[in-house]
């Protein structure tokens, strides 16, 4: 059950995405346009504070110049007799107010009647210092800009201050003084932003399919759940190659961790199999399943296919599943295998032989028949002798014994180091070396029928650790194939196409879980080498 959609900023809660989106916008434009009002505000008062101050300036100093002014500003009639050139300083200047006062404030002659004798404050003005000064003032609760300009005597004496005052516009009076291109910039600036906030709200819209915020944060939740809950792991690699999408199993099954999505595939150390594996996507090969492959410590079964929207590619989707367990069974089966063919071959050689020893009797060759079955009996002993004299594990020795019987029956001679040894081992560490030696010697063998001489060498050395080594006479392994044939089953056969299987997978996986180590090098005579290492505390551990 999805929590209850959030309120945003009282809008009722059916509002859609792209209809929130379309609200915020036009707030958006709404905050800019106020902004770009204010800031024209804020310049058109700074110039009318300028110029307009100069102005009222100039007009008091003409006023204060006026040799009638100057004459008559102490007359008892000054009210009466100036009032003509107060109120002609207003009509020039454009000013609301003109006027005279003493130094005390008080007002003497004004272009507004009802103000002389009132006292004026004179606040900040520097007039009463003999200077000329501009600035803002409250007229009768009215801000106003005002000029004033003292009248002074002979002596430097101050006589007299003329004022001229202006109110301050409003700010639409502001606006509008601005000139006609701000408002049309405003009304340009508006209709953009609408329109463009309606197309990109029908573009999310589109996007979103209609969903609502809660249910967009539903969906998010159901797949993140879904993700990280399944067994198998999930992988999704957009075509750039960058980890898009990455669950718990599958970071667990490819030892990575969950920080690594929205990093490339090939930066996040990855094995190069599965590395090649997720970005080899083009469309001829997008789709791909059942593809194994074997990584350090696990077998990999995994399955691709190619992810679009609306039409258009954006990447693939990887299942993995751990097959490990699949592929040691399928090891023991192997084994079990390898045992039956064994008996075979061996049931094969005696049932000719005792053709042979038959057919001796009925001639009445009895001596031959002696012969014969002391040669059998001393090539017998000298395969076990051969063998048992190196190796005093009986199950590796029985393996290698088997072994030799069945290559010689594909025409491939196997044979024992001199330098061989190999003591009694745990009987779970024995079923570990019985695996490795096992797929080693049938991948060599394979490799080795119809090569002239067709032969395996197995070396066993016990002396630091546990080395087991093989080597054929095959065609040998190319060098960009020795890190792959253990990850993919990759063979140098021609003759088994899609190799051999998982064989060497599972060498190198019983390997690394011993912490040891398996490389394929060029052999002595030709074909390959394939070198096991295991340490030393490999036998203490199992002994413990």
Not at 25 to 49: G, I, N, P, Y
């Amino acid at each position: 059950m999805s929590s209850p959609q959030p309120r945003l900023w009282g809008l009722p809660r059916d509002r859609t995405l792209a209809g929130r989106f379309l609200v915020f916008q036009l707030l958006v434009v709404a905050v800019v346009l106020v902004a770009v009002a204010a800031v024209s505000v804020t310049q058109s008062t700074r110039e009318f504070r300028d110029v307009r101050g100069q102005r009222m300036i100039a007009v008091a100093e003409n006023v204060a110049s006026t040799p009638i002014v100057r004459d008559r500003y102490g007359d008892p009639f000054a009210a009466q007799i100036l009032a003509p050139e107060v109120d002609r300083a207003v009509a020039l200047s454009g000013a609301d107010l003109a006027e005279i006062t003493d130094p005390q404030g008080t007002v003497r002659t004004s272009s507004d009647p009802s103000r002389v004798g009132q006292r004026v404050d004179l606040g900040q003005s520097r007039a009463d210092e003999g200077r000329a000064w501009f600035g803002d003032t409250d007229i009768e609760g009215v801000h106003s800009l005002v000029g004033q300009v003292p009248i002074l005597s002979a002596t430097g004496q101050l006589m007299a201050i003329v004022s001229v005052s202006e109110r301050y516009p409003s700010v639409w009076e502001l606006i509008s003084g601005a000139g006609e291109r701000l408002l049309i910039y405003l009304g340009i600036g508006a209709a953009l932003g609408l329109l463009t906030s309606w197309l990109l709200s029908r573009r999310i819209k589109r996007h979103t399919r209609g969903l609502d915020i809660a249910e967009i944060a539903s969906l998010a939740d159901h797949r993140e759940a879904l993700l990280h809950s399944i067994r198998e792991g999930v992988v999704a690699v957009n075509t750039d190659g960058v980890i898009t999408v990455l669950n718990d199993s599958a970071s667990d099954l490819l030892g990575i961790s969950a920080d690594t999505v929205g990093r490339r595939v090939d930066e996040v150390g990855l094995e190069p199999a599965v590395v090649d594996f997720l970005l080899a996507a083009d469309d001829d090969r997008a789709d791909e399943h059942d593809v194994i492959i074997a990584t350090r410590t696990r077998v990999l079964a995994l399955n691709r296919r190619a992810a679009s929207s609306q039409g258009q590619r954006i990447g693939t989707v990887t299942t993995m599943r751990d097959s490990t367990e699949l592929a040691a069974l399928q090891a023991q089966l192997s084994s079990h295998r390898s045992v039956t063919d064994t008996l075979r071959a061996q049931t094969h050689e005696f049932a000719n032989q005792l053709h042979t020893i038959s057919g001796l009797v009925q001639l009445e060759e009895y001596d031959a028949v002696r012969d014969l079955v002391g040669t059998l009996t001393r090539r017998r002993a000298e395969i076990n002798e051969a063998v048992t004299q190196h190796i005093s594990d009986p199950a590796v020795a029985a393996l290698l014994i088997a072994k030799t019987s069945l290559a010689a029956e594909s025409g491939v001679a196997l044979s024992l180091a001199d330098d061989s040894h190999l003591g009694a081992l745990d009987p779970a560490l024995a079923t570990d070396v019985i695996t490795l030696l096992g797929n080693l010697i049938d991948n060599a063998v394979d490799v080795s029928v119809g090569s002239t001489p067709a032969q395996v060498c197995v070396r066993i050395d016990d002396a630091a650790g546990l080395l087991l080594a093989v080597s054929d006479s095959g065609p040998g392994v190319p060098e960009h194939l020795r890190e792959m044939i253990f990850a993919r089953g990759v063979t140098s056969k021609p003759d088994v196409p899609g190799g051999r299987g998982i064989g060497l997978a599972l060498v190198r996986l019983v390997t690394a879980q011993h912490g040891g180590t398996v490389e394929v090098t060029d052999g002595p005579d030709g074909g390959a080498a394939f070198v096991v290492r295991l340490p030393e505390d490999t036998k203490r551990a199992v002994h413990a």
